[in-house]
């Protein structure tokens, strides 16, 4: 035991599991609207994950994460239009694929420009994803968009499921768990990333191009690989909103997503996947919180409604300004100053 | 070229010339490292020796000449393919990664060494954590040898200048290079720490060979077993330290101050700035 202690990857892995016993068992406690809620932030906090490494670890920004998100979103709603029953890791893995397929087209283009530029082209693809299935009507239909049909959970998975917790399965609740699986999965192999030769050498190509190309690092690929790795993980995360909101169309992947997961991914603090989480949680349930609280203090609902996004501008710019490094960031910066003084 | 293998050269730049547009940085200079020697490239400000560094490391395609490394054709070479064929450089500007670590940046210096892929990185397998660790260990092997060991945690950027030199070195020597570049690695340094400087290059002659620019004389005198002198992008002379240091040519670019230990003719802006 203590040997598979020692090592930090079994550790890592051994703490995966547990947390997964864990969400199984809470999620069951939570009701049908907990269990929604605890659905996109998971699939939120599995794109703003993809979008630190990019951003915060490779260095690259992109302003259009959402549109990758909506290529995994409407893969899903087709394949399931046509398969109805096809299973569901086959789903998810051909949405990832596809997704990267497209990632890697971008992340080529992407690789050969500069800071402002990549924003630039990446904002230009926010905004032409959605206005191409508004287009193409047929296949992906237009404004209204694709209806993404529920599924029953799956029996193996219920009878699983039954055993742990003793209670049947809700869709919702299905969903929610298979989506905290995911995030699980996803934060575990990302970190490997990060820590692996793979991170290292992200880094260094986002502190120093030049230095990173004399050491023999080949920045094209080395940045093509980061895109891709992080428009895998939207794919995923689309593809599971797609199932969660059970509709994939044009007003779901508007650049208010894109923003939305970069302001989660600069709110936690960049390049720090507790930060992804951290972000992605409050811009769950910040626009709640605020819009049942302006309600409360007596605005109309309309009024309410739009005290969210200032509420979260307002937020946002306070971080930036008050602590550059992100919550999580100024956190361990605090926590290192304190163990500095100390010594 | 009858007994050209008993001094083969593992740098050989013949003939180069570059021009700037109108400027003639480098006009037909040649030089050679040899194996396990420490040339020197001197010469007043301005003279071409970041220009014939520049080329040296691809940086600078040349205008005309050739470059061949332990004898082959290797002109036009690019920056990012030096470490493949076992060169290693060290800037003027440190080119450091400053929000890594000082462990992590001598590793990415020891990165083609490291057999671990994509895959094994993402499932983190025992085979690629091993790799690592023989890595690592390496480059603590190489902190070890610089005297900077114990800051191999502290990240770079929040490190004092004398000390980031020492990481931008440990980073090239990591890659175990068979030719080390380097730019005025003295720059910047105090008295003790340039002595340190010269011993660290004394030792690293015996296994390898080192290409070294530098305004300081006193170190250039005490480490290079040759010297070539540039002035106005021309190679003025070349030969032993005691050969140059007595040169009517050299003499005069210097204007004619006499070069002494103790560096007084080295000229002051040597940072390249206000040349006129
Ligand atoms: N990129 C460049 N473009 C134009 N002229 C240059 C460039 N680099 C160097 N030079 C010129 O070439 C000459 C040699 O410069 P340099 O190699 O930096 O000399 P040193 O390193 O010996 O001080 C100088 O006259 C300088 O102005
Ligand atoms: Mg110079």
């Known amino acids: ?343 | 070229m009858v007994g050209a293998d008993a001094h083969r050269s593992v740098l050989s730049m013949d003939d180069i010339t570059v021009r700037f547009g109108g400027v003639v940085a480098l006009d037909d200079v040649s030089v050679e490292v040899r194996p396990r020697e420490v040339l020197g490239v001197i010469g007043p400000n301005g003279a071409g020796k970041t220009t014939l560094f520049n080329v040296a490391c691809g940086f600078v395609p040349p205008t005309l000449g050739r470059i061949s490394f332990e004898g082959s054709d290797v002109t036009g070479w690019r920056p990012h393919q030096l470490v493949d064929h076992g060169v290693a450089r060290s800037l003027q500007g440190l080119g450091l990664f400053d929000r890594l670590s000082v462990i992590d940046n001598v590793l990415v210096g020891a990165d083609q060494h490291s057999r671990s892929g994509f895959f094994s990185s993402l499932l983190a397998t025992p085979g690629g954590a091993k790799d690592q660790r023989q890595l690592t260990d390496r480059a603590m092997a190489v902190l070890d040898r610089l005297g900077i060991a114990e800051r191999a945690g502290s990240v770079v950027g929040g490190l004092p200048y004398p000390l980031r030199k020492r990481v931008a070195l440990a980073r090239a020597l990591v890659a175990e290079p068979k030719l080390l570049l380097l730019d005025e690695p003295a720059s910047g340094l105090s008295e003790t720490e340039m002595t340190e400087l010269g011993d660290i290059i004394v030792d690293l002659a015996d296994e390898i060979s080192v290409m070294l620019v530098e305004h300081h004389m006193d170190l250039v005198m005490r480490v290079c077993h040759r010297l070539a002198v540039l002035d106005f992008g021309r190679k003025i002379a070349s030969g032993t330290p005691d050969e140059v240091r007595n040169d009517p040519a050299v003499l005069e670019a210097y204007l004619g101050g006499a070069l002494d230990d103790d560096g007084a003719a080295t000229p002051q802006d040597a940072k390249g700035g206000s040349h006129a």
């Open chain 1, 1 to 343: 035991m203590s040997a598979l202690l020692s090592s930090p990857i079994l550790r890592r892995t051994l703490l995966a599991l547990v947390l997964f016993v864990v969400s199984v068992f809470a999620i069951d406690l939570l009701s049908g609207f907990r269990q929604g809620q605890v659905a996109s932030i998971a699939y939120l906090a599995i794109a703003a994950g993809g979008l630190t490494v990019l951003t915060g670890i490779n260095g690259q920004l992109s302003l259009g994460h959402g549109a990758f998100m909506a290529v995994g979103a409407y893969t899903t709603a087709l394949l399931l239009g046509r398969w109805e029953n096809m299973p569901l890791l086959l789903l998810l893995l051909i949405s990832i694929v596809v997704t990267m397929a497209v990632g890697a087209a971008v992340g080529v283009a992407a690789a050969r420009l500069h800071g402002p530029y990549i924003a630039g082209a990446t904002l230009a693809l926010a905004i032409a994803v959605p206005a191409l299935a508004i287009h193409f009507k047929d296949t992906l239909g237009g404004e209204p968009g694709l209806r993404v049909p529920t599924r029953d959970v799956p029996p193996l998975a219920d009878d699983a499921l039954f055993f742990l917790t003793g209670t049947d399965t809700g869709t919702m609740q299905w969903l929610a768990t298979v989506s905290v699986a995911c995030l699980i999965v996803t934060f575990l192999l990302l970190r490997n990333l990060s820590e692996s030769r793979v991170g290292r050498r992200w880094r260094a190509v986002r502190d120093d191009p030049v230095a990173a190309q004399l050491a023999g690092i080949d920045l094209g690929r080395s940045r093509v690989l980061c895109f891709v790795v992080s428009t895998a993980t939207a794919g995923l995360a689309g593809s599971l909103m797609a199932m969660i909101t059970r509709i994939a169309a044009p007003s779901g992947f508007n650049l208010v997503l894109s923003l939305t997961l970069l302001m989660a991914v600069v709110l936690g603090g960049l390049g720090t996947l507790t930060g992804a989480l951290i972000g992605a949680v409050l811009l769950s349930l910040l626009p709640t919180f605020v819009t049942n609280f302006g309600s409360g203090m007596g605005l109309s609902d309309l009024q309410a409604a739009e005290l969210a996004p200032l509420v979260l501008g307002l937020t946002t710019m306070a971080v930036v300004l008050l602590a550059p490094a992100g919550l999580v960031g100024s956190l361990l910066r605090w926590r290192q100053q304190a163990r500095l003084s100390r010594s």
